[in-house]
């Protein structure tokens, strides 16, 4: 007992250290990290590929690190709307680890983005104790999962800035109930920024780059590159 708590300590330790070197350096070259995390399917690869759209207008670079058990599918079609992709293929792995992002870091600091958006496997439970030297984190809730996600998996929201309803177009037809949501959240991640998201109609996607700006502003490893930029 005693060896595997040290076995997880020196693991943890290490990762710990690996999340601490790509804050550290994307940061020194102007970069911002968002992890964003949420259950299979509920629209992750499609509201990063709306929003680097919305951000790119702007005149803002964008690079995404995407992570799936198997397939490039998400990196296939998010190479039309960002600067950068590279598919992380975990094998069965059900979450990314900082590991699996060292590998590219030559490649991001030469490209020096404007923000890195990390897509997540799909899971509301492995992602949420990994650090991926990300300044924000973003949940999404789609409205086809259901309103209590935050309730009965409260780590994964709680530990986000920003928490997007997701597929927002849909929430009629599904019957979804905002204030049911807004509850759940509010229970278990008060300090969450809720903002409603619909991919394809591209409702909400304009609010949610002004979020993520005003976030990256506040954030320590930003405001480090405003300063030095
Ligand atoms: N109507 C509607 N459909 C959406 C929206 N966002 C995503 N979808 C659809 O929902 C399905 C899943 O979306 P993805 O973006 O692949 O979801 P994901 O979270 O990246 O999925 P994984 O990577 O497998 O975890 C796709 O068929 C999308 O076209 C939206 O805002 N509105
Ligand atoms: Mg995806």
Redesign the pocket.
Known sequence: MKQLIELEDHILKKANSEALLLRETLANVGTLVINVM??????????I?ALSDELRLHGDTVAVL?G?CATDH?AQ?LVSHVDWVEQIVTKGVCHLEPRMLVPYLPELLALAPRYLFI?N??NLVCPVDFDLGESIRVS?L?TTEGEDKPAKYPDLFRTCDITVI?????AEVVEFSELRARTFLDQVAPNTKTIK?????KEGVAELAQAIREVAQRSRGFETSITES
Do not use: C, W
């Open positions: 949420s259950s299979p399917g509920s629209g992750k690869t499609e509201t590929s995407v799936d998400d079609r897509e496997v799909g999404l789609s997701s597929k927002i177009d849909l998201v619909s991919a394809r109609t």
